[in-house]
């Protein structure tokens, strides 16, 4: 899987916190026991996912995976606003290694930013061993394709187009399904008899978020220009909205698509 810095993970994780769709992170509590839910967190990163439900409830005993050892110590030594009843992790190889995560032993299974990531083949795996479970599962921040920008420029959809179909490149897990994720999940869940609860949990990105925009926007442009785009016309777009940064007059939305999946 591609590596993302613990530095990025904790520029984004504001906007990640602000954006994340409450409607359904409720309905995903109420499939939970009503005292000390254990919960297997995939691709753990840092421990975003343990800071934002966390908060809501303090009595659970988290299970966090990823395959990135530092990462995995950061999440274990940070000091959560409301400590959580337990916290493990486990270094795994999510790509090779799925089924070997405690599905049974835990009553639910989460994710944050993960599933825009994994292929049709690592996707369907997964849902098959949640189903296989019969637990709750809970996807958020998985990128959906959409992106705003205000004000407007030419290249702007250029840009767009051009990183949705880097989304789409191999991130680790064989072709990704970028921007399709969210919604072929449901599909899938759907087709298995599960609910599901979902909504949008969109990033609002202002001047205000000048530290994470001066990491994101230089990706966004190279993956633009790695898709196609003239990199003179995306080095021009840059720079102008690095002035409308400065003078305040940028903001920027990117879409996200948050759901529950609920055994019947």
């Known amino acids: 899987m591609s590596g993302f810095s613990a530095t990025w993970l904790a520029l984004r994780e504001p906007l990640d916190l602000a954006a994340r769709n409450k409607e359904v992170e409720a309905a995903f509590f109420e499939a939970l026991p009503a005292e000390a839910p254990k919960i297997l967190d995939l691709a753990s990163g840092a421990g975003s996912t343990v800071t934002a439900l966390t908060g809501e409830k303090s009595d659970i005993q988290w299970t966090l995976s990823d395959y990135d050892a530092d990462l995995l110590s950061v999440a274990a030594s ?51 061993a949640i189903v296989l479970s019969r637990k709750p599962f809970l996807a958020s921040l998985t990128y959906d394709g959409r992106t705003g920008f205000s004000p407007a420029e030419p290249l702007d959809q250029d840009l767009c187009d051009a990183m949705n179909r880097d989304q789409q490149t191999d991130k680790g897990f064989g072709p990704a399904l970028g921007p399709r994720a969210a919604e072929r999940a449901i599909a899938l869940f759907q087709a298995k008899g599960y609910r599901i609860v979902s909504g949008e949990g969109d990033w609002v990105i202002g001047p205000q978020h000048e530290d994470f925009l001066a990491e994101f926007l230089p990706g966004w442009i190279g ?34 698509l948050d759901f529950a999946a609920l055994p019947a």
């Open 223 to 256: 993956a633009g220009i790695k898709q196609g785009v003239e990199k003179s016309r995306a080095d021009d777009w840059l720079e102008s909205r690095r002035s409308q940064i400065a003078d305040g007059t940028f903001t920027m939305t990117v879409g996200h």
């Open 78 to 128: 940070r000091k959560f606003a409301t400590r959580p009843a337990s916290l493990q992790t486990r270094e795994i190889d999510l790509a090779a290694n799925l089924i070997e995560l405690p599905f049974d032993a835990v009553d639910a299974i989460t994710t944050s930013a993960f599933l825009d990531l994994v292929s049709e083949t690592f996707l369907t795996q997964l849902v098959e």
